[in-house]
Protein backbone atom coordinates (compact mmCIF):
# COMPACT_ATOMS: atom_id res chain seq x y z
CA UNK A 1 0.00 0.00 0.00
CA UNK A 2 1.11 3.44 -0.03
CA UNK A 3 2.92 5.07 2.40
CA UNK A 4 2.57 8.39 4.46
CA UNK A 5 5.45 9.68 7.09
CA UNK A 6 5.35 12.10 9.21
CA UNK A 7 7.70 14.12 11.09
CA UNK A 8 8.31 14.43 14.25
CA UNK A 9 7.09 11.48 15.57
CA UNK A 10 7.47 12.69 19.04
CA UNK A 11 7.51 16.35 20.15
CA UNK A 12 8.00 17.92 23.72
CA UNK A 13 7.74 21.49 24.18
CA UNK A 14 7.19 24.39 26.79
CA UNK A 15 3.88 25.79 27.06
CA UNK A 16 3.59 29.09 24.78
CA UNK A 17 5.73 27.99 21.81
CA UNK A 18 4.79 26.48 18.53
CA UNK A 19 5.18 22.99 17.20
CA UNK A 20 4.95 21.81 13.11
CA UNK A 21 4.20 18.99 12.23
CA UNK A 22 5.33 17.45 8.52
CA UNK A 23 3.04 14.76 6.64
CA UNK A 24 4.26 13.50 3.25
CA UNK A 25 2.80 10.73 0.58
CA UNK A 26 5.96 9.26 -0.14
CA UNK A 27 4.96 7.41 -3.32
CA UNK A 28 2.19 9.08 -4.71
CA UNK A 29 0.34 12.33 -4.87
CA UNK A 30 -2.72 13.63 -2.77
CA UNK A 31 -4.26 16.59 -3.89
CA UNK A 32 -6.22 15.66 -0.29
CA UNK A 33 -4.82 15.44 2.90
CA UNK A 34 -6.89 15.41 6.62
CA UNK A 35 -5.64 15.74 9.90
CA UNK A 36 -6.80 14.01 12.85
CA UNK A 37 -6.75 13.78 16.83
CA UNK A 38 -6.69 10.27 18.95
CA UNK A 39 -7.43 10.59 22.40
CA UNK A 40 -5.97 7.46 24.19
CA UNK A 41 -8.41 4.92 23.78
CA UNK A 42 -10.82 6.46 21.01
CA UNK A 43 -11.51 6.89 17.79
CA UNK A 44 -9.81 9.66 15.10
CA UNK A 45 -11.51 13.05 15.72
CA UNK A 46 -11.25 15.15 12.27
CA UNK A 47 -9.52 18.41 12.69
CA UNK A 48 -9.48 19.74 8.81
CA UNK A 49 -9.22 18.79 5.78
CA UNK A 50 -6.21 19.95 3.25
CA UNK A 51 -6.53 20.75 0.10
CA UNK A 52 -3.49 21.52 -1.88
CA UNK A 53 -3.16 25.14 -3.41
CA UNK A 54 -5.84 26.29 -1.35
CA UNK A 55 -7.21 27.10 2.17
CA UNK A 56 -7.80 24.49 4.69
CA UNK A 57 -11.51 23.26 5.99
CA UNK A 58 -11.91 23.04 9.62
CA UNK A 59 -14.35 20.87 11.77
CA UNK A 60 -16.64 22.92 13.75
CA UNK A 61 -14.93 23.36 17.45
CA UNK A 62 -11.35 23.42 15.38
CA UNK A 63 -9.87 26.92 16.05
CA UNK A 64 -8.32 27.68 12.54
CA UNK A 65 -6.17 30.13 14.45
CA UNK A 66 -4.28 27.94 16.17
CA UNK A 67 -4.38 25.02 13.75
CA UNK A 68 -2.54 26.16 11.20
CA UNK A 69 -2.37 24.02 7.90
CA UNK A 70 -0.47 24.28 4.94
CA UNK A 71 -0.60 22.05 1.43
CA UNK A 72 2.13 24.02 -0.27
CA UNK A 73 2.64 20.76 -2.73
CA UNK A 74 0.82 17.24 -3.52
CA UNK A 75 3.18 15.72 -1.53
CA UNK A 76 3.37 17.73 1.76
CA UNK A 77 0.96 19.27 4.37
CA UNK A 78 1.98 20.80 8.12
CA UNK A 79 -0.07 21.13 10.81
CA UNK A 80 1.53 23.87 13.05
CA UNK A 81 -0.15 24.35 16.57
CA UNK A 82 0.38 27.87 17.62
CA UNK A 83 0.66 28.42 21.07
CA UNK A 84 0.65 25.11 22.68
CA UNK A 85 -0.42 24.80 25.24
CA UNK A 86 -1.05 21.65 28.11
CA UNK A 87 -4.77 21.01 26.98
CA UNK A 88 -3.15 20.60 22.97
CA UNK A 89 -0.98 17.18 24.24
CA UNK A 90 -2.27 14.75 22.18
CA UNK A 91 -1.78 12.24 19.09
CA UNK A 92 -2.28 13.95 16.48
CA UNK A 93 -2.54 11.75 12.66
CA UNK A 94 -2.77 12.51 9.08
CA UNK A 95 -3.76 11.10 6.12
CA UNK A 96 -3.32 11.03 2.08
CA UNK A 97 -5.92 10.37 0.02
CA UNK A 98 -4.71 8.26 -2.94
CA UNK A 99 -7.21 8.73 -5.68
CA UNK A 100 -7.08 5.86 -8.70
CA UNK A 101 -9.75 6.66 -10.97
CA UNK A 102 -13.00 7.11 -9.01
CA UNK A 103 -12.07 4.97 -5.88
CA UNK A 104 -10.37 6.54 -2.86
CA UNK A 105 -8.56 5.40 -0.23
CA UNK A 106 -6.74 7.00 2.53
CA UNK A 107 -3.56 5.95 3.80
CA UNK A 108 -2.36 7.15 7.26
CA UNK A 109 0.81 7.99 8.72
CA UNK A 110 2.42 6.69 12.06
CA UNK A 111 1.15 9.69 14.21
CA UNK A 112 2.98 12.66 16.58
CA UNK A 113 2.68 12.34 20.11
CA UNK A 114 2.84 16.12 21.07
CA UNK A 115 3.27 16.68 24.81
CA UNK A 116 2.75 20.27 25.98
CA UNK A 117 4.62 21.32 29.24
CA UNK B 1 -25.14 13.54 9.01
CA UNK B 2 -23.73 10.53 8.57
CA UNK B 3 -22.39 8.29 11.63
CA UNK B 4 -20.85 4.51 12.38
CA UNK B 5 -21.28 2.58 15.11
CA UNK B 6 -19.35 -0.44 16.17
CA UNK B 7 -21.50 -2.47 18.35
CA UNK B 8 -18.49 -4.28 20.27
CA UNK B 9 -16.63 -2.03 22.78
CA UNK B 10 -14.30 -4.76 23.82
CA UNK B 11 -13.69 -8.57 22.55
CA UNK B 12 -11.96 -11.08 24.29
CA UNK B 13 -11.05 -14.55 22.35
CA UNK B 14 -8.88 -17.45 22.82
CA UNK B 15 -6.27 -18.51 19.64
CA UNK B 16 -8.34 -20.17 16.98
CA UNK B 17 -12.07 -18.82 17.96
CA UNK B 18 -13.40 -17.06 14.90
CA UNK B 19 -14.19 -13.54 15.17
CA UNK B 20 -17.55 -11.20 14.24
CA UNK B 21 -16.84 -7.54 14.53
CA UNK B 22 -20.40 -5.06 13.89
CA UNK B 23 -20.00 -2.02 12.08
CA UNK B 24 -23.35 0.02 10.65
CA UNK B 25 -23.30 3.27 9.14
CA UNK B 26 -26.08 6.00 8.08
CA UNK B 27 -25.98 7.72 5.03
CA UNK B 28 -28.66 7.23 2.55
CA UNK B 29 -26.51 7.46 -0.76
CA UNK B 30 -23.81 5.52 -1.99
CA UNK B 31 -21.08 4.85 0.53
CA UNK B 32 -17.16 3.53 0.21
CA UNK B 33 -16.46 1.35 3.53
CA UNK B 34 -13.26 0.57 5.11
CA UNK B 35 -12.09 -1.38 8.19
CA UNK B 36 -8.28 -0.50 10.01
CA UNK B 37 -6.43 -2.02 11.91
CA UNK B 38 -4.01 -0.29 15.01
CA UNK B 39 -1.76 -2.55 16.32
CA UNK B 40 0.15 -1.28 19.76
CA UNK B 41 2.31 1.07 19.15
CA UNK B 42 1.26 1.25 15.25
CA UNK B 43 -0.03 3.75 13.10
CA UNK B 44 -3.41 3.18 11.21
CA UNK B 45 -3.19 0.23 8.57
CA UNK B 46 -5.92 -0.53 5.88
CA UNK B 47 -6.82 -3.91 6.24
CA UNK B 48 -9.79 -4.09 3.94
CA UNK B 49 -12.13 -1.73 1.37
CA UNK B 50 -15.36 -1.87 -0.58
CA UNK B 51 -16.10 0.24 -3.43
CA UNK B 52 -18.43 -1.93 -5.03
CA UNK B 53 -18.94 -5.17 -7.07
CA UNK B 54 -19.04 -8.17 -4.87
CA UNK B 55 -19.94 -7.07 -1.64
CA UNK B 56 -18.02 -9.77 0.00
CA UNK B 57 -14.72 -8.20 0.41
CA UNK B 58 -11.27 -10.33 0.91
CA UNK B 59 -8.33 -8.08 2.76
CA UNK B 60 -4.77 -9.06 4.24
CA UNK B 61 -3.90 -11.15 6.66
CA UNK B 62 -7.10 -13.84 6.62
CA UNK B 63 -9.58 -10.80 7.23
CA UNK B 64 -13.17 -10.73 5.09
CA UNK B 65 -16.06 -8.45 5.55
CA UNK B 66 -19.12 -8.15 4.05
CA UNK B 67 -21.38 -5.17 2.89
CA UNK B 68 -25.09 -6.03 3.19
CA UNK B 69 -26.67 -3.08 1.87
CA UNK B 70 -30.29 -3.27 3.08
CA UNK B 71 -28.85 -3.81 6.86
CA UNK B 72 -26.30 -0.64 6.56
CA UNK B 73 -23.60 -3.38 7.79
CA UNK B 74 -20.06 -3.85 7.05
CA UNK B 75 -19.39 -6.54 9.70
CA UNK B 76 -15.30 -7.97 9.77
CA UNK B 77 -14.78 -11.51 10.18
CA UNK B 78 -12.09 -14.12 10.36
CA UNK B 79 -12.52 -17.60 10.71
CA UNK B 80 -9.42 -18.20 13.41
CA UNK B 81 -7.80 -15.73 15.01
CA UNK B 82 -4.04 -15.60 16.23
CA UNK B 83 -2.74 -13.68 19.42
CA UNK B 84 -0.91 -11.09 16.58
CA UNK B 85 -4.65 -10.55 15.82
CA UNK B 86 -4.88 -8.10 19.23
CA UNK B 87 -5.53 -4.87 17.91
CA UNK B 88 -7.85 -2.04 17.97
CA UNK B 89 -10.16 -2.53 14.39
CA UNK B 90 -11.68 0.47 13.16
CA UNK B 91 -14.65 0.68 10.95
CA UNK B 92 -14.60 3.72 8.35
CA UNK B 93 -17.42 5.41 5.51
CA UNK B 94 -17.36 7.99 3.28
CA UNK B 95 -19.91 9.40 1.31
CA UNK B 96 -18.75 8.69 -2.75
CA UNK B 97 -17.65 11.93 -3.57
CA UNK B 98 -14.53 13.32 -3.90
CA UNK B 99 -12.84 14.62 -1.14
CA UNK B 100 -15.30 13.56 1.50
CA UNK B 101 -13.71 12.58 4.91
CA UNK B 102 -13.78 9.70 6.08
CA UNK B 103 -15.94 8.74 9.57
CA UNK B 104 -14.79 6.60 12.07
CA UNK B 105 -16.49 4.09 14.32
CA UNK B 106 -15.10 4.12 18.24
CA UNK B 107 -13.46 1.47 17.68
CA UNK B 108 -13.35 -2.29 18.93
CA UNK B 109 -10.13 -3.95 20.85
CA UNK B 110 -9.93 -7.37 20.15
CA UNK B 111 -7.46 -9.07 22.26
CA UNK B 112 -6.49 -12.67 21.82
CA UNK B 113 -5.14 -14.66 24.24
CA UNK B 114 -2.72 -17.61 23.92
Known amino acids: GAVVSQHPSWVICKSGTSVKIECRSL??????MFWYRQFPKQSLMLMAT?????????EQGVEKDKFLINHASLTLSTLTVTSAHPEDSSFYIC?????????????FGPGTRLLVL | AQSVSQHNHHVILSEAASLELGCNYSYGGTVNLFWYVQYPGQHLQLLLKYFSGDPLVKGIKGFEAEFIKSKFSFNLRKPSVQWSDTAEYFCAVNAMQAGTALIFGKGTTLSVSS
Open chain 1, 50 to 58: SNEGSKATY
Open chain 1, 27 to 32: DFQATT
Open chain 1, 95 to 107: SARDLQGDQETQY
